[in-house]
């Protein structure tokens, strides 16, 4: 065989098969018969075989037409599968989503996710509570929210705000302590593995050392043990304003700040079901950005 067959080649041997005749094969085509009949010939004549042998009442396909008429329906049908998935890919939003976040804002994105579902049912959301970009850029997810100061270089993002961090404590540690240079309390702190947050380069550069009573590895950790009133910690705005227990012990700081980001993979982004997702997340979070931001000032403003 000199050349492939094109795709009118196929169709025209699957006609044939089906329909038994050349004029049958013409009529399913739209095509008239001396094209029908000139087509089949130039096969014919390319592959050196005999695909069909005419009869008065009809085409009858030889052993290497019933080869060709299987293999024309089987490449036929597959392609007509793969144009269907893709149109759904394209215009529908649906499928599943795969989503990755910290632990920190595992809250914020629970009611979002929700909402999702009951607008959009046909998408499905895998969540992943992970502390690395890994799962992102080695395509193991597909959405990434993430506290950070920049974003990756290799994934498309949207900056939604800016992250305020300020000192917290318990009110029972606030009244058995009372106000004093932030230096003077007693701190709860980082392990090395959060030795990269801002917040903690911060109290590295301010802080003695002996004030450091408590470390954690997780800032949820650190929350909790600031709620139990072991000292003063540094947290994000968002996830220490809400919790009655704790109070700013100063203004969040200007050198902690980071920014939250919305990451996909660039070849992901024009993806129904993905831009459905990441601009549902963007609009909800646009709703609480004054939390995220420290604007929500409920605990400074009511010490």
Same mark, same amino acid.
């Given at each position: 065989?000199?050349?492939?067959?094109?795709?009118?080649?196929?169709?025209?041997?699957?006609?044939?098969?089906?329909a038994g005749t050349l004029t049958g094969a013409?009529?399913?085509?739209?095509?008239?018969?001396?094209?029908?009949?000139?087509?089949?010939?130039?096969?014919?004549?390319?592959?050196?075989?005999?695909?069909?042998?005419?009869?008065?009442?009809?085409?009858?396909?030889?052993?290497?037409? %019933?080869?060709? +008429? !299987?293999?024309?329906?089987?490449?036929? @049908?597959?392609?007509?599968?793969?144009?269907? *998935? &893709? =149109?759904?890919?394209?215009?529908?939003?649906?499928?599943?989503?795969?989503?990755?976040?910290?632990?920190?804002?595992?809250?914020?994105?629970?009611?979002?996710?929700?909402?999702?579902?009951?607008?959009?049912?046909?998408?499905?959301?895998?969540?992943?509570?992970?502390?690395?970009?890994?799962?992102?850029?080695?395509? %193991?997810?597909? +959405? !990434?929210?993430?506290?950070?100061?920049? @974003?990756?270089?290799?994934?498309?993002?949207? *900056? &939604? =705000?800016?992250?305020?961090?300020?000192?917290?404590?318990?009110?029972?540690?606030?009244?058995?302590?009372?106000?004093?240079?932030?230096?003077?309390?007693?701190?709860?702190?980082?392990?090395?593995?959060?030795?990269?947050?801002?917040?903690?380069?911060?109290?590295?550069?301010?802080?003695?050392?002996?004030?450091?009573v408590f470390r954690a590895d997780s800032l949820?950790?650190?929350?909790? @043990?600031?709620r139990a009133g072991l000292g003063v910690a540094?947290?994000?705005?968002?996830?220490?304003?809400?919790?009655?227990?704790?109070?700013?012990?100063?203004?969040?700081?200007?050198?902690?700040?980071?920014?939250?980001?919305?990451?996909?993979?660039?070849?992901?982004?024009?993806?129904?079901?993905?831009?459905?997702?990441?601009?549902?997340?963007?609009?909800?979070?646009?709703?609480?950005?004054?939390?995220?931001?420290?604007?929500?000032?409920?605990?400074?403003?009511?010490?």
């Open positions: 065989m000199r050349e492939t067959f094109s795709l009118d080649d196929l169709r025209l041997i699957r006609a044939i098969g089906t013409a009529r399913l085509l739209k095509i008239d018969h001396s094209t029908a009949f000139r087509r089949l010939g130039a096969i014919e004549v390319r592959l050196g075989a005999k695909l069909f042998e005419r009869a008065r009442d009809g085409y009858t396909p030889t052993s290497a037409g %019933e080869m060709a +008429i !299987a293999t024309a329906a089987h490449v036929l @049908a597959g392609l007509a599968d793969l144009e269907q *998935r &893709l =149109a759904g890919e394209d215009l529908r939003p649906t499928g599943t989503v795969r989503v990755t976040t910290t632990d920190t804002l595992v809250d914020l994105m629970a009611p979002i996710l929700a909402e999702i579902r009951a607008d959009h049912p046909g998408i499905a959301v895998e969540l992943t509570v992970a502390n690395q970009f890994l799962t992102l850029t080695k395509r %193991e997810a597909d +959405i !990434a929210l993430r506290p950070a100061a920049e @974003a990756p270089e290799q994934l498309a993002g949207r *900056r &939604l =705000a800016k992250v305020a961090t300020a000192p917290y404590a318990s009110s029972v540690y606030l009244g058995r302590n009372g106000e004093k240079p932030l230096a003077e309390y007693h701190w709860l702190g980082f392990d090395e593995s959060l030795s990269h947050l801002r917040s903690a380069r911060w109290m590295a550069a301010h802080l003695p050392a002996e004030r450091i949820l950790a650190l929350r909790s @043990a600031t540094a947290l994000p705005c968002y996830l220490a304003d809400e919790v009655p227990e704790l109070r700013r012990v100063a203004s969040p700081v200007p050198e902690m700040e980071g920014a939250l980001w919305l990451l996909t993979h660039p070849d992901l982004r024009k993806v129904a079901r993905i831009r459905t997702v990441l601009d549902f997340v963007a609009g909800a979070l646009s709703k609480r950005r004054g939390l995220i931001e420290g604007r929500d000032a409920r605990s400074w403003q009511s010490r």
